[in-house]
């Protein structure tokens, strides 16, 4: 069985399997879908756990050892183990899959591991789990999702949050859920029971944003001009290199470019993919009939003035490379 974070809680209320994988890049999500496998297990009297850090050189025969040896008080325990990348080799997936397919009497397995590539899906101790346990995916929460999300959680806490307020506090966190977590968590101190308003907000929420430059790229293809200018603000701000944002722009361009020339380039597998290839099929109506050379030009007037053979700021050049890809017409810096 495979779920996301959001069908946990249900899938717990009629069983509780035992193995589980947790696996995604959101770390609040990830922490607190373990922390509520946890929960049940106690409930279950999984008294004992026993935890384990996959890292260089980890041995797995500790694990499967482990998961042989009797408890000295006969009690249920929890066999938990961290894997940051969901790439355990040879030797360790096939630990795995026995451990899942054939389970230990009064032991639960709770593998905790980061994002799983299209590759992993097709494992044999990945497919274990979708067969004998369950596979809880943590997917990212989008721009467009957060604010709703914000308000949900919010609800949580007893606090309700105006629909601009929670414009506002995604603005301020975007791409950082526990950030956003935290700033509710502190809106409930400040207003316990109570509503917020945007006031409310900006009194007491830090801009907490961070910003990589695949978001950039995201957003400018989205033709989202406001965001796609706040995200550039906030790498510059943070110190990110204009070569590698310059890379990540034309990266998406080049993509943009072979999606009008052939649509079906932009299918996909999984839900990112899907996801991008969406983008790209918006994007490409989105700017049918309008040329995409100027821009290549652009970058390349902006390249060199990042290699010091041109004239000009390239921050300045970034920014109406990125306002241009996003669809709106910026002033052009003069040429080299």
């Known amino acids: ?61 500790e ?6 040896s009797l408890s000295l008080f006969a009690e249920r325990r929890i066999i938990e183990l961290k894997m940051p990348s969901p790439r355990p080799g040879k030797d360790g997936g096939a630990v795995l899959a026995q451990l899942v397919s054939d389970p230990a009497p009064d032991t639960l397995l709770l593998v905790v591991a980061g994002r799983p590539e299209r590759d992993t899906r097709s494992t044999a101790w990945f497919k274990a ?15 467009d999702r957060l604010p709703q999300w914000i308000i949900t959680r919010a609800s949580r806490h007893g606090l309700a949050i105006k629909p601009d307020g929670a414009q506002l506090l995604a603005e301020r966190v975007e791409g950082n859920l526990l950030a956003a977590h935290q700033e509710i968590e502190k809106l409930a101190l400040l207003h316990a029971g ?47 290199e204009p070569a590698l944002v310059l890379w990540a722009l034309c990266r998406d361009l080049r993509a943009l470019a072979e999606a009008r020339a052939d649509p079906g380039a932009a299918a996909g597998y999984g839900h990112q993919a899907e996801r991008r ?39 300045t050049g970034l920014t109406g490379l990125v306002a241009a890809f996003a669809g709106v017409a910026f002033p052009e810096a003069p040429a080299a």
């Open 1 to 61: 069985m495979r779920i996301s974070t959001d069908q946990l809680a249900r899938t717990l209320e009629k069983k509780l399997a035992p193995a589980w994988l947790i696996a995604g890049g959101e770390p609040l999500l990830v922490g607190e879908a373990a922390d509520s496998i946890r929960a049940r297990a106690r409930a279950e009297g999984y008294a004992g756990r026993d935890l384990f850090f996959v890292e260089r050189n980890f041995d797995w025969s």
């Open 63 to 68: 694990l499967l050892a482990s998961s042989q």
């Open 129 to 143: 789990f979708e067969k004998y346990g369950v596979v809880v995916q943590s997917w990212p929460v989008e721009i």
């Open 194 to 240: 109570g509503t917020v308003s945007i006031d409310d907000v900006l009194a007491a929420v830090a801009n907490s944003a961070r910003y990589d430059i695949y978001q950039l790229g995201e957003a400018a293809l989205d033709g989202d001009a406001e965001r796609s200018l706040r995200i550039l603000d906030g790498l510059r701000a943070e110190g990110a």
């Open 277 to 315: 290839a969406a983008l790209l099929k918006r994007a490409s109506r989105r700017t049918e009939g309008q040329p995409l050379w100027p821009q290549f030009i652009a970058a390349g007037r902006i390249d060199r003035q990042i290699k010091g053979l041109g004239h000009g700021d390239p921050w």
